[in-house]
């Protein structure tokens, strides 16, 4: 099965079972979350940063609670954080990815996407792909379970496999990139702020991804200790212009000046005209040596989906 995005940015924990979760995520100035919601709270108050702090949903509750405020990631009103990682996302040895998609998405004719998007309800669900999930796309997350109204939008997102030892909250680290430039910095580029309101530059996107400049990374993960990342853009950027590429397509770099497709839209069962804005990886069961592969290879050996009844 098959699942969109909000515009919401979320990171993720997931158990060992896809219906296990727990994630942080943030929202598009537009979200408005679910009544009771921290989200809901900041909404009703008039809070100009809805769009950029990070709130926290535990897979134990519906609703959602304050994970990191603005403030503290250092990024004003008139900005949005568009995608995020904690920057310990496992690449190495991912062979499942799951990903939301924006409110315009609609996905192949008989998947989880196109279920939901024809109830107006994808932006907000999280939707997974890969070893153990049957070899569909699946409906992972539903939007209302992270405290979310049925239309709100993820914009980002990332999830901590479950054997991960060092997870913790954002409270001193966050990487992200945005949808306007600003300081200095471009939407091409993967930014990190210490939790304390100071934002540096952790990759240019033009010297180290090899993007164009105004490109948008609108979907991210990253893992800093083996300098690998993988991304989406957002639909009219100019690198999926000239490239012939799609907003649903991923991309992969090694933060060497360059980026490759990892995959392609129709390997996950999603149209030309779909747009990924969050997604992360992470792996089904600890690998046995030798078994572990690249997400790119992971990912990649599972270049056909199959459409799931939309009442399956």
């Known amino acids: 099965m098959y699942k969109l995005p909000l515009s919401i940015l979320i990171v993720m924990l997931f158990g060992i079972a896809p219906s ?15 009544p009771g919601s921290a989200l809901n709270d900041d909404v009703l108050a008039t809070d100009p940063q809805t769009q950029n702090h990070l709130y926290f949903n535990d897979h134990n ?9 603005a403030s503290a990631i250092g990024i004003a009103a008139s900005h949005n954080v568009n995608a995020l990682s904690n920057g310990n996302d496992a690449i190495g040895i991912a062979n499942r990815l799951y990903f939301s998609v924006t ?79 600003f300081g200095g910095f471009g939407t091409e580029d993967i930014l990190f702020s210490d939790g304390a309101g100071n934002i540096s530059l952790f990759a240019d996107g033009i010297i180290d991804l090899g993007l164009a400049s105004g490109d948008v990374i609108d979907a991210l993960v990253l893992d800093t200790t083996a300098g690998l990342a993988m991304f989406s853009l957002a639909g009219g950027s100019t690198s999926l212009i000239s490239g012939g590429y799609s907003g649903a397509d991923l991309f992969s770099t090694s933060l060497d000046g360059s980026f490759s497709l990892a995959v392609s839209h129709t390997e996950l069962g999603l149209l030309a005209t779909d747009d990924i804005d969050a997604m992360e990886v992470d792996f089904e069961s600890v690998p046995v040596p030798g078994s572990a592969l690249l997400m790119l290879g992971a990912l990649a050996g599972l270049r056909r989906f199959r459409a799931m009844p939309a009442n399956s």
């Open 103 to 181: 409110g315009s998405s609609m996905g192949e004719v008989g998947t989880a996407l196109r279920a939901e998007a024809d109830l107006g309800e994808q932006a907000g669900d999280i939707f997974g792909f890969g070893e153990g999930m049957g070899g569909f796309m699946t409906k992972i997350v539903d939007a209302v379970d992270l405290g979310l109204a049925a239309t709100d939008n993820i914009d980002g997102a990332d999830a901590f496999d479950p054997y991960q030892p060092n997870f913790t909250h954002f409270s001193d680290r966050v990487y992200f990139a945005t949808d306007t430039a």
């Open 20 to 34: 296990a979760h727990a994630v942080v995520f943030t929202v598009d100035s537009l979200a408005s979350g679910a």
């Open 61 to 69: 509750s519906s609703g959602n609670v304050g994970e990191m405020d």
